[in-house]
């Protein structure tokens, strides 16, 4: 991670020459085929091969029909995160089921008690703190709940399969506070689903979450050569990040069909194909989504496992995530951090690897902003120095940057940036050691006298930092 970390900086901040025969991969991979939620659904597929929605051939007979025009619930329906408000007595309010199908409910509280449609069970009490919990990616209803670090990690972050878009919260949330309510806080806003006018068609499309996408994508027709429209949703999920796991809050109830095309593994899924991968370690992507062959013929398939698995890429990448971890560390490492150093010469700056493990890495451009050529006008002289937590996968490690002002670009940019695995003394040090190294080079560079002056503006906060007695 820190590696590919470093490689983001380097091709950020240093151009780049595409080499004429570099080919690039589309993210989607080609053809998806349809969700098995759909039954009877037939994919739709763009000019690239990505699927944009789903035709049934005939409407399923043994279901109610499906109203195509639900209103959005409106401020009245949810006041607060706790309380849900129905305007009418008489109000008929649709729920989904996991075949795609929509039923009437004469009140949400019924879907405790629906066979076909149970809400995702979150609800944990204080008597059962260990209690599993089974994340679908569709989460779904009124529900609040703490979910620890192991259950977040084993969900992908709570990962969720709803067009979506992410927005952030109050500055004052800190990650690693000590209650779920002083945490960094999230909100996941449902997009709903885009549909055209034509009752008879039933091609549902995922939206894009960027506006002026979504905005070229209505602009467009249906398959079947309708006007399409935004059935907006409007559900929120606020996350709250803390020192013992998210704290998650949902808000209400998706009226509307299940959107196209899953994004992501869930943990009993990723269980199978990790576990169909180690028992067929010399089977390729293709033959996995295919088959596993067998004197029958194919056996086992991924694609059984999740729509996901059906893109040849997708499987090709989850396929190395399992391979990667036995190639990682030891002497792979040292060969790939040298590797990338004889690469990229002068890009790491300085490195110390152990106890105490410092890297920090600095461009050309980062190393000219070091020394300025005169006294800028306002509070922007000096650098400022800062560690990120929660940054890398490893809690304990910290991503330090020393940032100056460029009066050409207006802003601040980081000067020097540094992987460390703890925030003591020592390894303050190296960092900032690599700090003075970089402006005393810069001032060789522009034949400048090396003077305590071009130091002032950078403390060595190691200093400060001396073990209790």
Request: with cysteine; aromatic share 10%.
């Given at each position: 991670?820190?590696?590919?970390?470093?490689?983001?900086?380097?091709?950020y901040?240093?151009?780049?020459?595409?080499?004429k025969?570099?080919?690039?991969?589309s993210?989607?991979?080609g053809?998806l085929l349809?969700?098995?939620f759909i039954?009877?659904?037939?994919?739709m597929?763009?000019t690239?091969?990505?699927?944009?929605?789903?035709?049934?051939?005939?409407?399923?007979?043994s279901?109610p029909?499906?109203?195509k025009n639900?209103?959005?619930?409106?401020?009245t329906?949810i006041?607060?995160a706790?309380?849900?408000?129905?305007g009418?007595?008489?109000?008929i309010i649709?729920?989904?089921?996991?075949e795609?199908?929509?039923?009437p409910?004469?009140?949400?509280e019924?879907?405790q008690?629906h066979a076909?449609?149970?809400?995702?069970?979150?609800?944990?009490k204080e008597d059962f703190?260990?209690?599993?919990?089974?994340?679908?990616?569709?989460?779904?209803g009124k529900?609040?709940?703490?979910?620890t670090?192991?259950?977040?990690?084993?969900?992908?972050d709570?990962a969720i399969?709803w067009?979506?878009?992410?927005?952030?919260g109050d500055?004052?949330?800190?990650?690693?506070?000590e209650?779920w309510?002083?945490?960094?806080?999230v909100?996941?806003?449902?997009?709903g689903?885009?549909?055209?006018?034509?009752?008879?068609?039933e091609?549902?499309?995922r939206?894009?979450?960027?506006?002026?996408s979504?905005r070229?994508?209505?602009?467009?027709?249906?398959s079947?050569?309708a006007?399409?429209?935004?059935?907006?949703?409007?559900?929120?999920?606020i996350?709250?990040?803390?020192?013992?796991?998210?704290?998650?809050?949902?808000?209400?109830?998706?009226?509307?069909?299940?959107p196209?095309?899953?994004?992501?593994?869930?943990p009993?899924?990723?269980r199978?194909?990790?576990?169909?991968v180690?028992?067929h370690?010399?089977?390729?992507?293709l033959?996995?989504i295919?088959?596993?062959?067998g004197i029958?013929?194919?056996?086992e398939?991924?694609?059984d496992?999740s729509d996901v698995?059906?893109?040849?890429?997708?499987v090709t990448k989850?396929?190395q995530?399992?391979?990667?971890?036995a190639?990682t560390?030891?002497?792979?490492?040292?060969?790939?951090?040298a590797k990338?150093?004889?690469?990229?010469?002068?890009f790491?700056?300085?490195?110390t690897?152990?106890?105490v493990?410092?890297i920090?890495?600095?461009t050309p451009?980062m190393?000219?902003?070091?020394?300025?050529d005169e006294?800028?006008d306002?509070?922007?002289?000096?650098?400022?120095?800062?560690?990120?937590?929660g940054?890398?996968k490893e809690?304990?490690s910290?991503?330090?940057v020393?940032?100056?002002y460029?009066?050409?670009?207006?802003?601040?940019v980081?000067?020097v940036?540094s992987?460390?695995?703890g925030a003591?003394?020592?390894?303050?040090?190296y960092?900032?050691?690599?700090?003075?190294q970089?402006?005393?080079h810069?001032?060789?560079k522009?034949?400048l006298?090396?003077?305590?002056?071009?130091?002032a503006?950078?403390?060595d906060y190691?200093?400060?930092d001396?073990?209790?007695?």
């Amino acid at each position: 991670m820190v590696l590919g970390f470093f490689k983001h900086v380097y091709r950020y901040f240093v151009p780049r020459v595409q080499d004429k025969d570099e080919v690039e991969i589309s993210r989607d991979g080609g053809a998806l085929l349809s969700d098995s939620f759909i039954a009877g659904a037939v994919p739709m597929y763009d000019t690239t091969g990505r699927i944009i929605g789903y035709v049934q051939n005939k409407p399923p007979v043994s279901e109610p029909g499906i109203p195509k025009n639900i209103p959005p619930p409106g401020p009245t329906r949810i006041e607060n995160a706790s309380k849900f408000v129905i305007g009418s007595t008489n109000e008929i309010i649709y729920t989904r089921t996991p075949e795609g199908h929509f039923i009437p409910i004469q009140n949400p509280e019924e879907k405790q008690g629906h066979a076909q449609h149970k809400p995702l069970d979150t609800k944990v009490k204080e008597d059962f703190p260990g209690a599993e919990v089974h994340w679908d990616g569709w989460p779904d209803g009124k529900f609040e709940r703490d979910f620890t670090l192991d259950e977040v990690n084993e969900t992908n972050d709570l990962a969720i399969h709803w067009a979506h878009t992410v927005g952030g919260g109050d500055r004052k949330g800190q990650r690693f506070a000590e209650e779920w309510m002083n945490g960094k806080r999230v909100t996941r806003t449902c997009l709903g689903i885009l549909q055209c006018d034509n009752q008879d068609c039933e091609i549902t499309i995922r939206p894009h979450t960027k506006p002026q996408s979504l905005r070229t994508q209505l602009l467009k027709p249906c398959s079947c050569g309708a006007m399409l429209y935004h059935l907006k949703c409007d559900v929120k999920s606020i996350l709250w990040t803390w020192s013992k796991g998210i704290h998650y809050q949902n808000s209400g109830y998706h009226v509307h069909r299940r959107p196209p095309r899953k994004l992501h593994l869930l943990p009993q899924e990723k269980r199978r194909f990790e576990a169909m991968v180690n028992a067929h370690p010399q089977v390729g992507p293709l033959q996995l989504i295919v088959g596993v062959p067998g004197i029958d013929g194919p056996g086992e398939s991924v694609a059984d496992i999740s729509d996901v698995l059906l893109n040849a890429d997708r499987v090709t990448k989850e396929r190395q995530k399992l391979k990667r971890p036995a190639d990682t560390g030891g002497d792979h490492f040292i060969r790939a951090f040298a590797k990338f150093e004889q690469e990229r010469p002068g890009f790491i700056i300085l490195s110390t690897i152990g106890k105490v493990t410092v890297i920090s890495v600095q461009t050309p451009f980062m190393q000219s902003q070091m020394v300025k050529d005169e006294v800028l006008d306002g509070p922007v002289n000096g650098m400022v120095s800062d560690a990120a937590h929660g940054w890398w996968k490893e809690r304990t490690s910290l991503l330090m940057v020393s940032s100056t002002y460029c009066p050409d670009l207006f802003c601040w940019v980081p000067g020097v940036l540094s992987f460390t695995n703890g925030a003591s003394g020592e390894h303050f040090m190296y960092h900032f050691l690599a700090v003075f190294q970089a402006i005393a080079h810069e001032a060789e560079k522009r034949h400048l006298e090396v003077e305590d002056r071009l130091f002032a503006g950078v403390r060595d906060y190691a200093l400060y930092d001396k073990p209790t007695q």
